[in-house]
C-alpha cells in the first residue's frame, strides 16, 4: 500500500510553468510530504496544466482520464482557468486551481486529502509567489526563475492574460537573490556528488 503522502508532479508547457512547479515540489517536500518520480508510486497527483494550445490541452485530458480512481487529483496551472467547464465535463479531479500558487499548495494538498474537492479559479491573475519560496529542481544543473508573472499583450488568440494575468515584475534585487541562492544550492550538489564518486 502506498503512503498517503506521496505526491507525484508533473508540469506541462512554457517554463514559467516548470518554475511553478519547481516551487510547488519544494514547498510540499518542506511540509514533509514525499516527491515521487512516477504516477503509479503516488496517490496524490498534481498536473500543472497548459491550455495556450490545443494540442497540448487535448494532451493533459487524455492523461487526466487514464488516472486510476484511488488516485487524488490537482490540476493546477491555467488549464483550470482556461477551460474549467472541459474539465468538469470530461475528467475527475479533486482540486482546480489557477497557476501561480506557491505555498498555498500545501494547504490544498491537506485539503484533498481529507476528501474535501477544492476549486480556486477567482482572483488568481495576481498571484505571484515569493522568490523566497523552497524549490525541487527538474534539473539539477538549470535553476528556472521567473522574473516576471502575466502579459502586456491584448492578442485576441492568445489566452496568456485570461490565464496569467498583466503584467508584474519582481524586483532586481529580488533575482538576484534568488540566483545567488540556488547557485550556492547547486554548488554544494556539485561538491557532493564528487565526494561520493
Request: some cysteine.
Amino acid at each position: 500500500m502506498i503512503p498517503t503522502n506521496q505526491v507525484f508532479v508533473r508540469s506541462f508547457g512554457c517554463s514559467t510553468n516548470t518554475a511553478d512547479s519547481e516551487v510547488i515540489g519544494g514547498c510540499l517536500a518542506q511540509a514533509g510530504f514525499l516527491l515521487v518520480g512516477s504516477e503509479t508510486d503516488a496517490n496524490i497527483i498534481i498536473y500543472n496544466s497548459c491550455a495556450v494550445k490545443g494540442p497540448t490541452e487535448n494532451r493533459i485530458i487524455d492523461a487526466l482520464k487514464r488516472i486510476p480512481k484511488t488516485k487524488k487529483v490537482i490540476v493546477t496551472g491555467c488549464l483550470p482557468l482556461i477551460s474549467f467547464e472541459r474539465l468538469l465535463r470530461e475528467v475527475r479531479f479533486d482540486a482546480a486551481v489557477g497557476p501561480s500558487i506557491g505555498k498555498n499548495i500545501v494547504d490544498i494538498v491537506r485539503r484533498v486529502m481529507q476528501n474535501n474537492v477544492v476549486v480556486e479559479v477567482d482572483n488568481v491573475s495576481l498571484a505571484m509567489p515569493s522568490l523566497e519560496l523552497p524549490k525541487v529542481l527538474a534539473n539539477p544543473i538549470i535553476s528556472v526563475i521567473p522574473v516576471n508573472y502575466g502579459c502586456l499583450g491584448s492578442c485576441a488568440y492568445c489566452c496568456v492574460v485570461h490565464a496569467r494575468g498583466r503584467l508584474r515584475s519582481y524586483t532586481i534585487e529580488e533575482v538576484v537573490e534568488r540566483v545567488k541562492r540556488d547557485l550556492a544550492a547547486m554548488g554544494r550538489k556539485r561538491e557532493q556528488t564528487w565526494l561520493s564518486s
